[in-house]
């Protein structure tokens, strides 16, 4: 039958809501991932010197958090900085508090700057930050941040949110009493000082913190003494990196070739092999949404 003649048949189905598998404009399955996502780099220098603008004019009792939201630039993308992980810049001036709030994407820090006197209330608890910390606040728990010291603190900030949307699994309240009172001090499981994990030595070393604490994130100190390498081969698993020592280069197949240093950020979105190599001494940290994948069965490495 000609195309014509079969108009009304086709506009029956979208009306019924149906679309036909046969004659759909692009495939909805493929042979092997297709990353939309692509390598990007932040800047530490840009982000404090734009938040110190925003300190300016943007209250953070309005704001409820001062963030500079780190956005994949992909056509299309208004948020999410990998498919799974956005990551954020965050300020609280001295003497500022961030009042507490909670939601169900999970969410850890990584101290970028911060003197002591900046912590952060997690269901009560006081958690100190200071620089290289990782700090976590679970799904749903309740967190507010708390600058008392006399210098402008600064974090990355990297949530689950764009999964959580995506799943359509989203709830946030605001705490009925502004910022959560401290009931506890002293050692948490949700401080994570950035050495630690690594112990002493000065050899090649990957370290997990948090394992299953937050159940989408895989959260990895790198020790990479100055001119080793490390390579990644294609894999599912989105990957942020973020040195809290020394310079690291990145390199990509797609031609990315970025140094970056303590507080900048690189994006390593799923299906994209890369290496990255110390120029010198250097710590990484680095985030990855491989236990979520792991959960769906859907972590995959080429070559295997
Ligand atoms: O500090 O609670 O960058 O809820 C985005 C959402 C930080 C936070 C962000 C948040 C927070
Ligand atoms: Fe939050």
Same mark, same amino acid.
């Given at each position: 039958?000609?195309?014509?003649?079969?108009?009304?048949?086709?506009?029956?189905?979208?009306?019924?809501?149906?679309?036909?598998?046969?004659?759909?404009?692009?495939?909805?399955?493929?042979?092997?991932?297709?990353?939309?996502?692509?390598?990007?780099?932040?800047?530490?220098?840009?982000?404090?010197?734009?938040?110190?603008?925003?300190?300016?004019?943007?209250?953070?009792?309005?704001?409820?958090?001062?963030?500079?939201?780190?956005?994949?630039?992909?056509?299309?993308?208004?948020?999410?900085?990998?498919?799974?992980?956005?990551?954020?810049?965050?300020?609280?001036?001295?003497?500022?508090?961030?009042?507490?709030?909670?939601?169900?994407?999970?969410?850890?820090?990584?101290?970028?700057?911060?003197?002591?006197?900046?912590?952060?209330?997690?269901?009560?608890?006081?958690?100190?930050?200071? /620089? $290289? %910390? @990782?700090?976590?606040? *679970?799904? +749903?728990?309740? #967190?507010?941040?708390?600058? !008392?010291? &006399? =210098?402008?603190?600064?974090?990355?900030?990297?949530?689950?949110?764009?999964?959580?949307?995506?799943?359509?699994?989203?709830?946030?309240?605001?705490?009925?009493?502004?910022?959560?009172?401290?009931?506890?001090?002293?050692?948490?499981?949700?401080?994570?000082?950035?050495?630690?994990?690594?112990?002493?030595?000065?050899?090649?070393?990957?370290?997990?913190?948090?394992?299953?604490?937050?159940?989408?994130?895989?959260?990895?100190?790198?020790?990479?003494?100055?001119?080793?390498?490390?390579?990644?081969?294609?894999?599912?698993?989105?990957?942020?990196?973020?040195?809290?020592?020394?310079?690291?280069?990145?390199?990509?197949?797609?031609?990315?070739?970025?140094?970056?240093? /303590? $507080? %900048? @950020?690189?994006?390593? *979105?799923? +299906?994209?092999? #890369?290496?990255?190599?110390? !120029?010198? &001494? =250097?710590?990484?940290?680095?985030?990855?949404?491989?236990?979520?994948?792991?959960?769906?069965?859907?972590?995959?490495?080429?070559?295997?």
């Amino acid at each position: 039958m000609n195309q014509d003649a079969l108009a009304p048949y086709y506009a029956d189905l979208a009306r019924m809501s149906f679309s036909p598998g046969w004659a759909r404009p692009a495939p909805s399955i493929w042979p092997a991932p297709q990353p939309k996502f692509k390598p990007a780099v932040w800047r530490l220098v840009a982000a404090k010197a734009a938040l110190d603008q925003a300190g300016d004019f943007v209250p953070v009792e309005q704001a409820e958090r001062r963030n500079l939201i780190m956005v994949n630039p992909i056509e299309g993308n208004t948020y999410a900085t990998t498919r799974n992980i956005v990551a954020a810049y965050q300020m609280v001036k001295a003497g500022e508090t961030a009042r507490s709030h909670r939601h169900s994407p999970a969410a850890l820090r990584l101290v970028v700057a911060a003197k002591p006197g900046t912590y952060t209330v997690v269901n009560g608890a006081r958690i100190d930050m200071l /620089p $290289g %910390d @990782v700090v976590l606040t *679970p799904s +749903w728990s309740w #967190h507010g941040h708390v600058n !008392e010291s &006399d =210098a402008t603190s600064y974090w990355i900030d990297f949530l689950d949110v764009p999964f959580v949307q995506h799943a359509e699994a989203m709830f946030f309240e605001h705490h009925p009493e502004g910022l959560v009172t401290v009931t506890s001090t002293g050692p948490t499981p949700m401080r994570f000082p950035a050495g630690d994990p690594l112990g002493s030595g000065k050899e090649a070393k990957i370290a997990e913190i948090a394992k299953d604490v937050l159940p989408t994130f895989g959260l990895h100190f790198v020790r990479l003494p100055a001119s080793t390498r490390a390579d990644v081969a294609k894999t599912t698993t989105n990957y942020v990196y973020s040195p809290v020592r020394g310079a690291v280069r990145f390199t990509a197949e797609d031609g990315t070739d970025e140094t970056v240093g /303590p $507080g %900048d @950020v690189i994006a390593m *979105p799923c +299906w994209h092999a #890369h290496s990255y190599q110390a !120029e010198t &001494d =250097a710590v990484i940290f680095r985030v990855s949404d491989e236990p979520l994948l792991a959960k769906l069965g859907l972590t995959r490495t080429q070559p295997e």
